[in-house]
């Protein structure tokens, strides 16, 4: 039966885990014997909606793996121009391709593909609601700076209600064990009652806290993430909370020496540029990850695991 | 049964009877009926606002008809579960079946979500599971967006 990744809620605790252990297998290949492992498999990138860093991301990983890469990067350089189904679609480059990483601005077409396709689908973001490439990623990140996800204590930053990331990151930090989250957001981007109310019977925590500076100094990891211009209906609004989150090298003076301040990328003015210098950095090292991860997903949608 | 109930609604030879429909939806139960082109010849008969013992108040429907469509008994379980269906024979009641919500919902409504992909093409044929037994509220199958049974019932397909 084919494999699609399609929504972390699909994934238990122990998938969440093998999927780390194949990452930290495959980032620890020699360049060359990766670089051998898919000769002559094709991935589609079918972007919908312009996402440079998580296509180039895949494309990236699937090139490093020997393998090519087709696709568009939106839709209006598709048949969807033309007015082709998005099932037309899928079903036309199937044909093309050994696997397909799809990014939509409609929620719940990765999963449509899936069933349409008789080849293994990626969801690269749909909609609102779901990235789960992301969020292994940065499982795979946590776990490589601190050795472990248990009990980590993570501050989430910015745009809580509308960041499809942090929504994704926190379902599956509930699966872990006493993952301490502080949630830090304007009160018009509140992370939304369902997820909060989603630890209840886990060993997961959420407080609520205003104070970034508190956060560094408390927190072995602050996750920060851009407020989104473009989830605005009134850009008044937008204008009230764009800055109100703003991390600057100074600030982190104070901060333990274990502090990772990660960011899923682009960012605006949330990190100013001189954090990137200090030991606390690690959204650089975040979307190195993401190639490794992303590899190790294909290579397992693909029956190809080294 | 009262002198007065069997007035307004009387009894029938053959078919069912739509029991213990919740006092107000059966008139949305009526335009169910109303939509199943297999019961366009069926005679059939409305009482709204019953008094009943366990419930309160109910509506109560009559159809002399020989079968009930399937797809009807599924829309039942969404706009108005709980309600009893009974097969009337030689005017005896000879089975009964209380209509359960079930643990799915196969194409039988739209998603709520309009930026969920079912809405884009309605073409697909749309699954709501039910998010844990005993649960009123289900989840898309494929944008993943929890709604009530209350407001699937508002989305039905045709």
């Known amino acids: 039966m084919k494999k699609d990744l399609i929504s972390i809620d699909d994934l238990g605790l122990e998938q969440i885990l093998d999927y780390l252990d194949l990452a930290a297998r495959v980032e620890a290949l020699p360049a060359e014997k990766k670089a051998g492992l898919l000769p002559g498999k094709i991935l589609a990138t079918l972007f919908f909606e312009p996402s440079t860093r998580t296509r180039l991301s895949f494309e990236s990983a699937m090139c490093r793996l020997g393998g090519r890469v087709i696709g568009f990067s939106e839709a209006a350089n598709s048949s969807t121009a033309k007015g082709e189904s998005f099932s037309d679609t899928i079903r ?15 929620e719940g077409t990765a999963r449509l593909a899936a069933e349409i396709a008789g080849i293994p689908i990626l969801n690269a973001g749909d909609g609102a609601n779901q990235h789960p490439t992301q969020t292994l990623l940065d499982l795979y990140t946590l ?128 990190i100013s540029p001189d954090v990137d210098a200090t030991p606390h950095a690690g959204y650089f090292e975040q979307a190195r990850n993401g190639v490794i991860m992303r590899q190790a997903l294909i290579l397992d949608l693909l029956d190809a695991r080294p | ?115 969920c992909i079912t809405n884009g093409e309605p073409h697909v044929a749309t699954r709501f599971k039910r998010l844990e037994s005993g649960s009123k509220h289900f989840k898309c199958g494929h944008c993943e967006r929890v709604c009530s049974l209350a407001e699937l019932a508002g989305h039905l397909k045709a």
Do not use: W
């Open chain 2, 1 to 115: 049964m009262t002198p007065q109930n069997i007035l307004l609604i009387p009894k029938i030879e053959r078919g069912f009877v739509i029991d213990h429909i919740v006092a107000g939806l059966g008139i949305p139960v009526m335009a169910l009926i109303g939509r199943r082109p297999e019961l366009g010849d069926a005679v059939v008969t409305l009482g709204l606002n019953y008094k009943s013992t366990r419930m309160g108040r109910k509506d109560m429907i009559k159809l002399q008809a020989d079968a009930l469509p399937e797809r009807l008994l599924q829309m039942l379980a969404l706009v108005s579960p709980g309600v009893t269906i009974k097969r009337i024979a030689n005017f005896e009641v000879v089975e009964k079946v209380v209509i359960q919500v079930p643990e799915l919902f196969d194409n039988l409504a739209r998603c709520i979500n309009p930026n």
């Open chain 1, 143 to 270: 776990r490589k700076f601190f050795g472990r996800v248990d009990g980590l204590k993570i501050a989430l930053v910015g745009d809580l209600k509308y960041s499809r990331t942090i929504h994704s990151l926190c379902r599956a930090l509930l699966a872990f064990d006493g993952v301490a989250m502080t949630l830090i957001s304007p009160e018009s981007l509140r992370l939304p009652g369902y997820l909060t109310k989603a630890a209840a019977g886990t060993t997961a925590t959420f407080r609520e806290s205003e104070s970034l500076v508190d956060a560094l100094r408390d927190s072995d990891v602050v996750y920060m993430t851009r407020i989104q211009k473009e989830r605005f209906p009134d850009l008044v609004e937008y204008e009230k909370v764009k800055d109100c989150y703003r991390l600057e090298a100074k600030m982190l003076a104070g901060a333990p020496a274990r502090l990772k301040v990660l960011h899923p990328l682009p960012r605006v003015n949330e």
């Open chain 1, 92 to 106: 036309t480059v199937e044909q093309y391709a050994d696997v397909i990483a799809v990014r939509h601005p409609k």
